[in-house]
């Protein structure tokens, strides 16, 4: 008893995205997929070293993003600046955390994307910031 689609042949289908919620942001995770509100956008002033030519123009900004349950602190490179400019909403997709003097950054690289959408209707919960919270890297012994 096969279906037609076993055989191959078909791509299977699209998998619908699974968005998560700003609390649920682990240390160490990938590929979520978030509706996020862009509270403020802060420009990283680019830092040259003595003696090294000068920089091309990486630009960086952290930006505070979040939504009903909680804010994060995400770190937008070159064109996502002008996407994640204040009261704009986005969804990132393939998003990563990565970790930033012990506290969380949400971080798109080149495999994920950044699409503006409609304005939403949430307000961030700017009280639970998630990039305030320190994690100390701890080993464990097997």
């Not at 955390?97 to 012990?102: A, N, S, Y």
């Amino acid at each position: 008893m096969s279906t037609p689609a076993a055989q191959g042949g078909d791509k299977p289908p699209l998998r619908k995205p699974v968005f998560t919620k700003v609390d649920q942001l682990r240390p160490g995770t990938n590929g979520h997929t978030l509706t996020v509100k862009v509270v403020s956008a802060t420009p990283v002033p680019g830092r040259a070293r003595p003696g090294a030519p000068a920089p091309a123009s990486a630009r960086i900004a952290e930006c505070l993003v979040g939504d009903e349950t909680g804010a994060i602190v995400f770190t937008a490179r070159n064109d996502q600046v002008d996407l994640l400019k204040p009261d704009a909403t986005v969804i990132l997709r393939n998003a990563k955390i990565d970790m930033f003097k012990g506290s969380m950054r949400l971080a798109v690289d080149k495999w994920g994307r950044i699409e503006a959408t409609e304005p939403a209707s949430f307000t961030v919960k700017e009280d639970n910031n998630l990039s305030l919270v320190e994690y100390e890297l701890v080993n464990v012994a097997e």
